[in-house]
């Protein structure tokens, strides 16, 4: 038995090193996603492309314009006397955010009535939005506070003169770093790519080519076929835990505060459910083509509704049942914890113990549905 | 279970939904025959050979191979037969050794009769000094070959071969054929399908399967005597125009043309070469010679085809 499926490893890798796409796939794919996540992709809102219109021009108002662009948030594109100008900045998304001060703010100010300042932001995109708007809220009342006197930003319901002392602390990711947030979990994406390409174009090749219908004259058992047909791209993908983890520790500087032998055991949990997809999808498939299309329909889906992106709480409540299927919803949540927050099983298990569950499940489902598109 | 039979089936059939691609198949192979199936594309060849090695399960009927129940046994006839399609089922990107390696290790080739069997496939195969080479970049030929010694590493006592000479050249398709011819004399039996009806001539028996069912069975001397009809051959100037009109006449029972000359199909050749000679006269040809001659396999078969399709018409329409 294991000599048969000794020399199934044996030829998978084989083909895997030969193949120079293949080779493409495990090893170039997962590093520029990862460059291109740690890089590119980032939802830090710094700045902030702000037009500016002050007709008070005051000492005042030009410290609290000071205040704004000192912060680093924000970005001055224009400065302009005319506020029609404004919309039109806006309306050409030349400018996120617009203030406008109005004459009689440093008069206010003095006489200790409430000064009004008028803030626009293009809510287009809503999370750059609501940050912008957060950051001027925040500038505007360590403003007021300084000066003694309440500023009001128009529009915006706000704390009054005493405004609470509201202080965040972020745990796990002081910074509030998008990239430590989305390294760990593209690792986790790129595996569910690679283990379920690897797998179901393998098993789907072969079966174009013929010599999957000789593999089955020969004495081999379906066990030892199965095996030999997803133990090769378990190992590859774990080897790719490893280098995508070294690339996001070494060259990131991604914190990694818990366990990497943990980690590991949590990618077999998931790798068990990825590859049993594989296999599924490859008892559907007759060529590759058809295996690649309904890899991908698998793995949008199992994207979006992950919390790899977007937060599940945030989901409609149909959407967040289906996330409960998605194994990338436990493994995103096991390498988070592990990476951040240096989690142990004692806080992991639940994810843990559903990923043995969906990945036993998935497996036998495939593995029968393999052994019956056998006889 | 008569012993000395490698393959026994009886009332073998199987359907695919309203399709029945085997129709109660009875047949017999003796051990170290080569035994030919043959018949046109769709006529059941491979579905019967699938069901042979254990790939598909019969609708119903009994079959056996080597003795084993092809129902119930399938895990062990996998173990006594050797199997190869027309794909050349090998891996093209590995090499020549490296697919006789992986097939040695899949049927558990005993380890010290490796080397010597490996030596064997290079040799039969001519890949000696090609045992490095990338599987993809041999001819068809070759590719043949080397997927014959891999399935048969294990030298299995049957080895099923389901159109084997498909898309290689005739050189190596009589190279192949003489590689059969000697497996044979050393006891394998072979049990082979074919749509080369010349190919038939190298087996020491035939059936002839049709629509999946079984309509001739013999040594191929006895399969040409089957043939009710005699054949002529007309040897005549413009033959193309001649085929036309003796086809129109209502005197043939089938006429095709034979490199320069006509072949027809007569009930009888004693009343049939004067009838034939006269007409085509009359119509304006010369007519160089008109001899009746023995018939081809190809001539046997195509007549008991059209016989099968004269008789049950349904069918043929499908």
């Not at chain 2, 195969?125 to 970049?137: E, I, S, V």
Request: proline share 5%; aromatic share 8%; hydrophobic share 45%.
């Amino acid at each position: 038995m294991w000599e048969r499926i000794y020399r199934m490893l044996v030829k998978e890798f084989i083909q895997v090193l030969r193949d120079s796409r293949m080779k493409a796939l495990i090893f170039v794919m997962p590093v520029i996603q990862l460059i291109m996540f740690g890089y590119a992709v980032t939802t830090d809102v710094d700045h902030i492309r702000t037009a500016l219109c002050d007709l008070d021009k005051s000492p005042q108002s030009m410290a609290l314009i000071e205040r704004f662009t000192g912060s680093g948030y924000f970005s001055l594109v224009e400065s302009t006397d005319r506020p029609g100008r404004l919309g039109e900045l806006l309306d050409r998304s030349q400018a996120t955010l617009a203030i406008q001060i109005n004459p009689g703010f440093a008069d206010d100010l003095r006489a200790g009535r409430q000064a009004v300042i008028q803030t626009i932001v293009d809510g287009t995109d809503s999370n750059t939005g609501t940050v912008a708007m957060d950051y001027s809220l925040r500038i505007t009342q360590a403003f007021s506070r300084e000066v003694g006197a309440p500023v009001a930003l128009a529009g915006l319901a706000q704390p009054g003169l005493a405004p609470i002392d509201l202080r965040t602390r972020a745990w796990f990711n002081p910074d509030l770093k998008s990239r430590y947030f989305n390294v760990p979990g593209v690792i986790a994406v790129i595996l569910l790519l690679t283990s379920l390409l690897l797998t179901s174009m393998a098993v789907v090749r072969e079966r174009e080519i013929g010599t999957m219908e000789q593999l089955m004259v020969t004495p081999i058992l379906p066990l030892e076929l199965i095996l030999g047909k997803t133990l090769p791209f378990a190992l590859i993908c774990l080897a790719d835990v490893l280098a995508v983890t070294a690339v996001g520790v070494l060259w990131f500087h991604i914190p990694i505060y818990g366990s990497l032998w943990l980690l590991l055991a949590g990618a077999i949990l998931y790798l068990m459910s990825t590859i049993g997809v594989g296999l599924f999808i490859s008892t559907i498939s007759h060529t590759q083509q058809q295996a690649l299309m309904s890899s991908f329909f698998f793995y949008l889906p199992a994207v979006l509704l992950s919390g790899f992106m977007f937060p599940i709480s945030n989901m409609p409540r149909a959407a967040q049942w289906l996330t409960y299927l998605n194994p990338l919803r436990y493994f995103l949540v096991i390498i988070r914890g592990i990476f951040l927050k240096g989690s142990g099983l004692e806080a992991l298990w639940p994810q843990f113990a559903a990923l043995a569950i969906l990945g036993i499940a998935l497996l036998s489902i495939s593995s029968t549905r393999f052994q019956k598109r056998m006889a | 279970m008569n012993r000395e039979n490698a393959v026994e089936v009886k009332d073998l059939t199987r359907t695919f939904g309203s399709f029945v691609a085997v129709d109660r198949l009875t047949l017999e192979v003796g051990r170290g025959t080569v035994f030919g199936f043959l018949g046109p594309n769709g006529a059941g060849k491979s579905t019967t050979i699938r069901m042979l090695c254990g790939l598909l399960l019969p609708t119903s009927g009994e079959g056996r191979v080597a003795g084993l129940d092809v129902m119930t046994e399938s895990e062990a006839i996998k173990r006594s037969i050797g199997y190869m399609s027309q794909k050349f089922s090998l891996y093209d990107d590995l090499t020549v050794e490296e697919n006789i390696d992986f097939y040695a290790g899949l049927y558990s080739v005993p380890k010290d009769r490796r080397q010597e069997r490996k030596a064997w496939v290079l040799e039969m195969a001519g890949l000696a000094d090609k045992r490095r080479t990338l599987t993809r970049t041999l001819a068809g030929g070759w590719k043949q070959r080397l997927a014959l010694g891999c399935a048969v590493q294990h030298e299995p006592p049957i080895l099923f071969l389901d159109e084997p000479t498909s898309g290689v050249d005739p050189l190596s398709r009589r190279r192949f054929w003489d590689l059969i011819a000697q497996m044979a004399r050393r006891g394998t039996t072979v049990f082979v399908t074919t749509h080369y009806m010349e190919e038939a001539e190298y087996c020491d028996e035939l059936a002839l399967i049709y629509r999946g069912k079984m309509i001739a069975r013999g040594t191929p001397h006895e399969v040409k005597v089957l043939l009710p009809d005699d054949i002529l051959e007309i040897r005549v100037e413009r033959p193309f125009e001649a085929l036309e009109r003796l086809e129109a006449s209502g005197l043939v029972r089938e006429v095709a043309l034979f490199g320069g000359a006509l072949h027809a199909v007569v009930g009888e050749a004693g009343t049939g070469a004067p009838a034939l000679a006269r007409f085509l006269e009359e119509q304006g040809f010369v007519v160089e010679a008109i001899q009746p001659v023995p018939p081809s396999l190809e001539d046997v078969f195509v007549s008991l085809i059209e016989l099968e399709d004269r008789r049950n018409p349904a069918g043929a329409e499908e």
